[in-house]
């Protein structure tokens, strides 16, 4: 099992595979070219779409919307692997326990009459129809915190790296202005 160490740097250093991984797509994300509202805005999409059941299309139907709305393809790709192979259990089994709460809380009557029509066919299929309204409904309620969490987060992440990029580029030029006029000073007293 992985653990987190000291680095040189004073900072944390990974040993972990999946933290390091994890790390990797951090740095990726954060240092992302194009505008911090866009990547944002594209990353809150691709988590919105990947909340839904459109497992399999959950990332075209991301990348294409985001191109759509000018919004960043990468991040909207990104925002998509809120669903993976270890994760959409769980989203999908939170996503129908909500939408089958709400749908019985809002439709009481139509629930039933629904069952009552579908009797005649087999179990699974019967079930279907509310299980599929169940998960886009919960997909949608959702996904919409979800989405604006991460938009915050996206925001927040991206701005803080260019800061810090910025302010190092900065100290860099400092730096360099300090090491001319020090050459200078020491060329004119010879």
Request: glycine letters at 12%; one cysteine or more; hydrophobic letters at 45%.
């Amino acid at each position: 099992m992985g653990h987190l160490g000291k680095g040189k740097d004073g900072g944390f250093e990974v040993k972990s595979k999946g933290l390091e991984r994890l790390r990797r797509f951090y740095d990726r994300f954060v240092s992302m070219r194009g505008n911090p509202k866009e990547i944002a805005l594209g990353f809150a999409l691709g988590l919105f779409v990947g909340m839904s059941p459109t497992l399999g299309f959950q990332m075209a139907l991301a990348v294409v919307s985001a191109a759509l709305l000018g919004w960043n393809k990468w991040s909207a790709a990104a925002g998509v692997w809120i669903t993976n192979p270890i994760t959409a259990p769980f989203v999908y089994g939170i996503n129908y326990w909500v939408g089958s709460k709400l749908i019985l809380w809002v439709f009481p009557e139509a629930t039933a009459h629904g069952q009552a029509m579908l009797s005649r066919m087999g179990p699974i299929v019967q079930k279907t129809p509310m299980v599929m309204a169940s998960l886009i409904l919960g997909g949608v309620v959702l996904g919409v915190p979800v989405a604006c969490a991460g938009y915050w987060l996206a925001l927040w992440a991206v701005t803080r790296y260019r800061l810090r990029v910025k302010a190092q580029m900065e100290r860099a030029r400092q730096r360099l202005r300090e090491e001319r006029a020090r050459r200078r000073r020491h060329t004119k007293a010879s």
